[in-house]
T-cell receptor, first 109, second 114 residues
Framework: GQNIDQPTEMTATEGAIVQINCTYQ??????LFWYQQHAGEAPTFLSYNVLDGLEEKGRFSSFLSRSKGYSYLLLKELQMKDSASYLC??????????WGAGTKLIIKP | EADIYQTPRYLVIGTGKKITLECSQT?????MYWYQQDPGMELHLIHY???????EKGDLSSESTVSRIRTEHFPLTLESARPSHTSQYLC?????????????FGDGTRLSIL
């Protein structure tokens, strides 16, 4: 089967750095997406990785290792508004997105 | 900024009713999707379309149907609602070209079947 694994919940402190991990087992690989979803709202796109390495976008960075089936999302200088769920999704060989259940990130002052 | 709209935002309705959830996008995207999401759970694809008059079922059997008569419109219909249909329904769209293009989501419809 195909599955995406992420921690269910993480807690971090305002101003700190947090790393959210994602491991995947899918039938083929055509890219990995990270989305942010605030409670009761729609998911919004954060980043896309298809080649190994780090993609940096402001306070957010995303890393991919295809050989390990592993990605992480790194959030720096955490702000209270970063409290949300972070969803990892992998596009498989059929170009369908397989979604993880998301990691709920709680930011404390 | 993505322009994709879903109505209604919330719906509470009795068992056996026919329901249509509306989704429209103004970006001219060829691809559109319907997902079901329960709290704390992953998104499950229930239907998708790669263009007008093209619809496919996703990996979740949902007892619903869709139509794609116009590029911008992708409604989802439940012929006879049941309590097991209670969930959040998310509509998304993406451009036809380029696998790196992300999906843009509407705000969702939270459906409760009594």
């Amino acid at each position: 089967g195909q599955n995406i694994d992420q921690p269910t919940e993480m807690t971090a402190t305002e101003g700190a750095i947090v790393q959210i991990n994602c491991t995947y087992q899918t039938s083929g690989f055509n890219g990995l997406f990270w989305y942010q979803q605030h409670a009761g709202e729609a998911p919004t796109f954060l980043s896309y990785n298809v080649l190994d390495g780090l993609e940096e976008k402001g306070r957010f960075s995303s890393f991919l290792s295809r050989s390990k089936g592993y990605s992480y999302l790194l959030l720096k200088e955490l702000q209270m508004k970063d409290s949300a769920s972070y969803l990892c999704a992998v596009k498989n060989s059929n170009y369908q997105l397989i979604w993880g259940a998301g990691t709920k990130l709680i930011i404390k002052p | 900024e993505a322009d994709i709209y879903q109505t209604p935002r919330y719906l509470v309705i009795g068992t056996g009713k026919k329901i249509t959830l509306e989704c429209s996008q103004t970006m001219g995207h060829d691809k559109m999707y319907w997902y079901q999401q329960d709290p704390g759970m992953e998104l499950h694809l229930i239907h998708y379309s790669y263009g007008v008059n093209s619809t496919e079922k996703g990996d979740l059997s949902s007892e619903s149907t869709v139509s794609r008569i116009r590029t911008e419109h992708f409604p989802l219909t439940l012929e006879s609602a049941r309590p097991s249909h209670t969930s959040q329904y998310l509509c998304a769209s993406s451009p036809g070209q380029g696998e790196s293009q992300p999906q843009h989501f509407g705000d969702g419809t939270r459906l409760s079947i009594l």
